[in-house]
T-cell receptor, first 113, second 112 residues
Framework: DSGVTQTPKHLITATGQRVTLRCSPR?????VYWYQQSLDQGLQFLIQ???????AKGNILERFSAQQFPDLHSELNLSSLELGDSALYFC????????????FGPGTRLLVL | GNSVTQMEGPVTLSEEAFLTINCTYT??????LFWYVQYPGEGLQLLLK?????DKGSNKGFEATYRKETTSFHLEKGSVQVSDSAVYFC???????????FGRGTSLIVHP
């Protein structure tokens, strides 16, 4: 158990819909990362937050957005969903977010029908 | 930009065989290097890390040495077990950068 929790574990929705994925980091970790894992693209870094502020952006679509709240939990919002958005979405946390190891949650499996 | 290249899988071995999974990287600075492991149905777990040249990371019988001259961080284990079957990811984060770079992962299958 990494100490990172993600909800929900599974999500099935339809094209065009909007969903919110939630992540609670390990106690004491200030940085949260979001990743998308699919068979064809591998593990793609989406975005990182540190202590409530956006710190780095990766391959995140404009239809996707995220935020980190004062209690340090984070949410990833996916809108106008397409079939190709079906994937595993992982959250990870680390203490500083600058080269220190990341601790991954169990992931949310999203299926868009 | 930074990149991490891992050997294509799957790697299929018999129990007690020697394991090597190759990882090479490109980076403009001096990155920290990591190996993560993902067991079926789970998230990634940190396996080992090295933060500077010639450092050796080790954990659970796995080892990897940070080789700056060859820009490599190959993962090795002397005797694999069936329970080592998983996907292994090599990754880097450059000092002062916040963007992690992962390889595509190498699947390891160990037969009894």
């Amino acid at each position: 158990d990494s100490g990172v929790t993600q909800t929900p574990k599974h999500l099935i929705t339809a094209t065009g819909q909007r969903v919110t994925l939630r992540c609670s980091p390990r106690s004491g970790d200030l940085s949260v990362y979001w990743y998308q894992q699919s068979l064809d693209q591998g593990l793609q870094f989406l975005i990182q937050y540190y202590n409530g502020e956006e710190r780095a952006k990766g391959n995140i679509l404009e239809r996707f957005s995220a935020q980190q709240f004062p209690d340090l939990h984070s949410e990833l919002n996916l809108s106008s969903l397409e079939l190709g958005d079906s994937a595993l979405y992982f959250c990870a946390s680390s203490v500083k977010g600058t080269g220190d190891p990341q601790y991954f949650g169990p992931g949310t499996r999203l299926l868009v029908l | 930009g930074n990149s991490v290249t891992q050997m294509e899988g799957p790697v299929t071995l018999s129990e007690e065989a020697f394991l090597t999974i190759n990882c090479t990287y490109t980076a403009t600075g001096y990155p920290s290097l990591f190996w993560y492991v993902q067991y079926p149905g789970e998230g990634l777990q940190l396996l080992l890390k090295a933060t500077k040249a010639d450092d050796k990371g080790s954990n659970k019988g796995f080892e990897a040495t940070y080789r700056k001259e060859t820009t490599s961080f190959h993962l090795e284990k002397g005797s694999v077990q069936v329970s080592d079957s998983a996907v292994y990811f090599c990754a880097l984060i450059e000092g002062g950068s916040y963007i992690p770079t992962f390889g595509r992962g190498t699947s390891l299958i160990v037969h009894p």
